[in-house]
Structures are given as structure tokens and as C-alpha cells.
Nanobody, 117 residues
Framework: QVQLVESGGGSVQPGGSLRLSCAASGSFFSRNRMGWYRQAPGEQRELVAE???????DYANAVKDRFIISRDNDKRTLFLQMNSLKPEDTAVYYCKMVTWLSSTVYWGQGTQVTVSS
């Protein structure tokens, strides 16, 4: 059974930084496409960044040049380095895995990020 556990959220002032982590259980982590999504109150869940098994990345326009997604396949962990944070980045951030064989989707439980002065 796949489990995704996020950590690293918290409260930060505008302009600050946070690093989110997502630890994954299960096999074949390196073959799966991984991503970070976020959901603000009253809003739909939206893509933040994705990374393929080959390391190709894609970012939402709102976070380009500020956020960096990366993965450590040996540790089965996904990361999101968030810099120059803005109040509009406030949301619950979710880790997503799409398996390589069956395209099954798994979600983590989410971690809260609050950007406020």
C-alpha cells in the first residue's frame, strides 16, 4: 500500500522560504511521476509543480522562478523548495504520485503553509 507523508509546512513572513518534503512508501518510486498541488480555502486544488521519472519539471506560472521541485529516488522523497513566498501562496500543499504501470493516483494528507506578516 502506497503512503505519502508530507512535512515541512508552517508559518512564514512574506519573502521567506520553506522546504516541503514528501516521503513515499511502496516500490518503484523512481519510475513514478510526482507532483505538488495546493488548495486555498474556497478554491479548487491546483498544480504547483510536477517532476517526471526522468527529472523533467513543470511549474505553474504563479510559482516559476520562486519554487523548485526535486526528488531523491534513493530516499523515496519528493521536495519543494519555496522561496520569496507571498501571502497568495497560503494553502494546504499536497503531494501526488502517479504510478508508472497503471497510472493510479495517490495523495498525501497535506501540509499547511501560511504566509503572513
Amino acid at each position: 500500500q502506497v503512503q505519502l507523508v508530507e512535512s515541512g509546512g508552517g508559518s512564514v513572513q512574506p519573502g521567506g522560504s520553506l522546504r516541503l518534503s514528501c516521503a513515499a512508501s511502496g516500490s518503484f518510486f523512481s519510475r513514478n511521476r510526482m507532483g505538488w498541488y495546493r488548495q486555498a480555502p474556497g478554491e479548487q486544488r491546483e498544480l504547483v509543480a510536477e517532476i517526471t521519472s526522468g527529472g523533467s519539471t513543470d511549474y505553474a506560472n504563479a510559482v516559476k522562478d520562486r519554487f523548485i521541485i526535486s526528488r531523491d529516488n534513493d530516499k523515496r522523497t519528493l521536495f519543494l523548495q519555496m522561496n520569496s513566498l507571498k501571502p497568495e501562496d497560503t494553502a494546504v500543499y499536497y503531494c501526488k504520485m502517479v504510478t508508472w504501470l497503471s497510472s493510479t493516483v495517490y495523495w498525501g494528507q497535506g501540509t499547511q503553509v501560511t504566509v503572513s506578516s
